[in-house]
């Protein structure tokens, strides 16, 4: 029987619902988190994303061609929001210019960690990603402002249309995959949900 990411997500809703479910996101929506705590998350988010350009552009590399479109409409979204962390950042006079905490830093190692498995257990781990945030942003409902933008921005129809088409692109690369790669990707999942969650308690910890 071949895998698939609807199976993945059947098969592990609990480690999946704690990697989209966090105090921080339920406090976003409440309007309750501490400015240190969501700057913590802006400044470390920000250089996590600049590290999965990085992976995401080794994925394109690979890809089939018939993938590109996808990928490279992935890519641009990216320029896009790269260029958004650092409207934002200097709104609140934050420097990204510094260092990543330790969870920061194992994701992000993670990530590079990725680039010597096979297509269809990185294509995975992509979808995983972007899916964590496309739910987690979207899942505590409507949020007040200033979080209105940071919840639309993972979480509006366009982006729910494309973590779908990664997920079409990670489905049909696994259909083909041999059992252990199948199993690799499910590892590759457990991981993105177990570092999803770290990094959502990561900047929760940075209360004063
Ligand atoms: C930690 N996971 C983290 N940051 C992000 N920006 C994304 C996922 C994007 O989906």
Redesign the pocket.
């Known amino acids: 029987m071949t895998l698939s990411c609807q199976q993945l997500l059947q098969k592990h809703t609990q480690v999946w619902h704690q990697a989209t479910v966090h105090p921080f996101l339920v406090q976003c929506k409440l309007g309750t988190i501490q400015p240190q705590q969501f700057n913590t998350w802006l400044v470390q ?1 920000y250089l ?2 600049v590290e ?1 350009t990085r992976m995401v552009a080794q994925i394109l590399a690979v890809a089939p061609p018939a993938h590109f479109d996808v990928i490279l409409g992935g890519l641009v979204a990216l320029k896009d929001e790269l260029n958004w962390f650092k409207a934002k950042a200097s709104e609140r006079q934050l420097n990204l210019n510094t260092q990543k905490q330790s969870t920061c830093t194992e ?1 992000c190692d993670y990530m590079h960690s990725l680039s010597i498995m096979p297509h269809p257990v990185r294509a995975t781990a992509f979808w995983a ?2 899916l ?3 739910q987690g942003w979207q899942l505590p409902g409507v949020m007040p402002d200033p979080y209105a933008e940071f919840a639309d921005r ?1 979480g509006n129809p366009g982006f729910t249309e494309y973590v779908k088409l990664l997920e079409q692109q990670a489905d049909e690369m696994l259909q083909t995959a041999s059992e252990t790669v199948q199993h690799q990707a499910e590892e590759a999942f457990l991981k993105v949900a177990e570092l ?1 969650q770290d ?1 959502w308690q990561m900047a929760f910890n940075a209360a004063s």
């Open positions: 988010d996590f994303v999965f994701y990603i972007e964590a945030y496309n993972w999803e990094f």
